[in-house]
């Protein structure tokens, strides 16, 4: 299995950016997906989630700005981000998770996409 992330760059701050994951090897619909993100010297955080069943959750420092959204028909995952601040500055982590009903884990990471917030 394989995640690949796309579509980071350099954005002014209050500007937009959309990021695309993408996974093959295997089928999105078994997985629950999460955005995760890692600035310069701090830890690995997690940003959003979206269950097989589409409910989507948010970290405070993003909600109302960022959006998760899945399309299993075409094995994606995307982060719609708007209003963003040099704070996100960040790479941007793809994540797919899976427990089976034998409870076998499964976790995939994509390489990830850089995202830069600044004038």
């Known amino acids: 299995v394989q995640l690949v992330e796309s579509g980071g760059g350099l954005v002014q701050p209050g500007g937009s950016l959309t990021l695309s994951c993408v996974l093959s090897g295997s089928t999105l619909s078994l997985y629950v997906m999460y955005w995760y993100r890692q600035a310069p010297g701090k830890k690995r955080e997690q940003v959003a989630r979206?269950?097989?069943?589409?409910?989507?959750t948010y970290e405070d420092y993003v909600e109302g700005r960022f959006t998760i959204s899945r399309d299993n028909a075409n094995n994606r995952t995307y982060l719609q981000m708007s209003h963003l601040k040099p704070e996100d500055t960040a790479i941007y982590f793809c994540?797919?998770?899976?427990?089976?009903?034998?409870?076998?884990?499964?976790?995939?990471w994509g390489q990830g996409t850089q995202v830069t917030v600044s004038s």
């Open positions: 994540n797919a998770s899976r427990v089976t009903g034998k409870g076998e884990e499964y976790d995939y």
């Open positions: 979206v269950t097989r069943g589409d409910i989507r």
